[in-house]
């Protein structure tokens, strides 16, 4: 599959073009993009560098809403069909409706991301007046709207807009704009800060509306190039305008990592543009918001399960299980990667192989490491982490090094997306409850447990107690790289530092203990409590921060009411209230006088 994109470097459609040609050559797709209107800087450009498969070609021909636009409209449609003779595209998804109208027969999608007319009835209240240029201008668009193949609008509100100023297109679709979560750290503890992007002189972004009343909170304004006109201060890339009331941050433009930053800390994003076509997709996409919560509960019931197969029944504290989970994410990605393994279900259907790759891997390594025990032990898996994260950077030819490595692009229908991850995950759940259960009931339990109690004493009895605690281990591994598996596929893109993160283990180990460990239900009941718990305070106490203080509170506060766990600590409860309870008095019998 080969597409030619067209895109332009002076608006908010540059992040869209970056998210778009990164997800399609990170999936196999072979793009040619086409720049308009400026050529980019060098620090637009560099996330090219590492996407083999992308042939970027910039121009500096002008955009169809600009006045010159009609004299290079001729040259840049004949380099538009030049290249398109030249590189042979199996279809055309273009930025500007000017170009629709190309010769040829190749499938052509427009991307409309605005327009003049109806930026300038949002933000100036009126309709332009009448000139020769707009009626060009107009008709362009007609044409365009008219010979396209498909018209996606970003949002349902750009779409009626465009079909009540110009003409209702032939085939309509909405796919709503979105960011790669991987780059966003969801638990970073929140400021009593707002955040806002744009310039204060632009009157389609109105930032300036947070400078005209004071603010119960600090408030930053990124990308001003100017600040507030009330005190007049110099120009800098980071200015404070302190009042008695508020504080207001004007920083000058920040590189893609400081933005993420900022979005992190900040506390809430005001949306101030009266026009912003790819600005409402979080609005429209919150219901998702659920589903994504709970895939994220059942991998967790899912890995603290796993966990407490070794953890719980024979009392061996691993530290580095999320080394497993993270093999998992990688072997489903090489697979595709350098295995051809198809999209679709098809990573799915290849998550038994991953279990049993990773069980088998396991075993020489619970062999070495039951060569300890207690804390040792618990440092030697801990080892495992630092040992799967160097190697996942390094082996750059397997797992793509710090840049990562992609997974298949999900041929899931939107209105649904999620759900095939989350039955997925839910099969593996399952799988590790039933996989629990017959242990718990077997001859194997059993031995975990001896060992638990007292391994000495069970090695005395004639168990063999290495075996059985490397069987144990083996299971619980690769029940964990499945796991894994499910989540890349979720994710769509893998780093090193995410999925070998210690946080992980962290988190199915107090999921073990708060439910209880050793028992069939405890560590589910504890990813039912901590994942959401953990949600919620982060949205809810994150700007106080009070964030971390709450979510250990939920554990620790378990810990002293319930020291063995929610459901031992229960259970020991109502058995203590039974014995509690005094003998029903026995029943005397009548006796007959003689």
């Known amino acids: 599959m080969h597409v030619l994109v067209t895109a332009d470097t002076l608006s908010g459609s540059w992040t869209y073009t970056r998210e ?30 590492l996407l083999h498969g992308l042939e970027y070609r910039p121009t500096a021909f002008r955009l169809e809403w600009m006045d010159e636009a009609p004299q290079d409209l001729c040259e840049s449609s004949a380099f538009l069909t030049s290249l398109v003779n030249e590189v042979q595209p199996d279809l055309l998804h273009l930025h500007q409706f000017c170009h629709a109208n190309l010769p040829g027969s190749i499938p052509r999608v427009v991307m409309a991301h605005g327009d003049l007319i109806s930026w300038t009835e949002a933000v100036q209240g009126c309709t332009p007046r009448p000139t020769r240029w707009l009626k060009w201008y107009r008709d362009t668009i007609i044409r365009g709207i008219a010979t396209a193949d498909a018209v996606v609008a970003p949002s349902a509100c750009m779409l009626d807009t465009l079909i009540s100023t110009y003409s209702r ?15 966003f750290n969801p638990y970073v503890s929140k400021d009593d800060s707002v955040l806002s992007v744009g310039r204060l002189l632009d009157a389609g972004k109105q930032v300036f509306l947070l400078t005209q009343h004071a603010q119960p909170f600090s408030v930053c304004i990124v990308g001003a190039e100017q600040t507030v006109p009330l005190p007049r201060i110099p120009i800098r890339a980071d200015v404070k305008v302190s009042t008695n009331q508020s504080c207001v941050a004007i920083r000058g433009p920040q590189t893609e990592a400081q933005l993420r930053a900022l979005y992190s800390r900040a506390a809430v994003y005001a949306a101030t543009a009266r026009y912003e076509p790819l600005g409402i997709a979080p609005l429209v996409f919150a219901e998702h918001w659920v589903v994504n919560i709970g895939i994220f509960v059942v991998m967790y019931a899912a890995l603290a399960t796993a966990w407490n197969l070794i ?36 990573p799915f259907l290849f998550l038994p192989v991953i279990g049993i790759g990773v069980a088998l891997l396991a075993i020489p390594i619970g062999w070495l490491a039951f060569r300890t025990r207690a804390a040792t032990f618990a440092i030697v898996t801990l080892t495992l982490v630092f040992v799967g994260q160097q190697l996942a950077f390094n082996l750059h030819s ?33 799988l590790a409850m039933l996989v629990s259960w017959w242990v718990r009931a077997s001859n194997l339990g059993l031995l975990l447990f001896a060992i638990r109690d007292d391994e000495d004493r069970a090695r ?47 988190g199915m180990v107090l999921m073990a203990y708060l439910g209880g460990k050793g028992t069939l239900w405890g560590p589910v ?40 766990g929610i459901l031992p600590s229960l259970a020991d409860r109502l058995a203590t209230r039974r014995s509690a309870r005094p003998a029903a008095p026995e029943a005397t019998k009548a006796v007959a006088a003689p």
């Open 169 to 183: 297109p032939r085939r309509a679709a909405i796919i709503y704009p979105g960011r790669n979560p991987i780059f």
């Open 525 to 564: 009941l504890g990813a039912f409590i901590l994942v959401p718990a953990q949600q919620y305070l982060a949205y809810r106490l994150g700007a106080s921060q009070l964030y971390l203080i709450g979510y250990s509170a939920v554990f620790l506060g378990v810990m002293l009411l319930l020291p063995r």
């Open 311 to 346: 953890g719980g029944f024979s009392g061996y504290l691993s530290l580095g299980h999320v080394a497993f989970f993270g093999v998992g994410a990688y072997a489903n990605a090489i697979a595709f990667e350098h295995l051809g393994l198809a999209s679709g279900y098809g």
């Open 398 to 430: 397997l797992t793509g090094g710090s840049p990562g490595i992609s997974m298949p692009l999900p041929p899931f229908a939107l209105a649904h997306y999620e759900l095939p991850f989350y039955l997925a995950m839910l099969a593996v759940f399952g």
């Open 20 to 49: 778009l040609v990164t997800g399609l050559v990170t999936r196999g797709v072979r793009v040619t993009l086409v720049t308009f209107g400026e050529i980019p800087l060098p620090d637009q450009t560099a996330w090219m560098d």
């Open 460 to 506: 005395g009895l004639g168990v063999h107690t290495t075996v059985v605690k490397v069987a144990a281990f083996a299971t619980s591994a690769g029940l964990a790289a499945m796991a894994g598996g499910v989540w890349a596929y979720y994710i769509g893109f893998i780093y090193p530092q995410f999925a070998i993160d210690p946080l992980i283990t962290i």
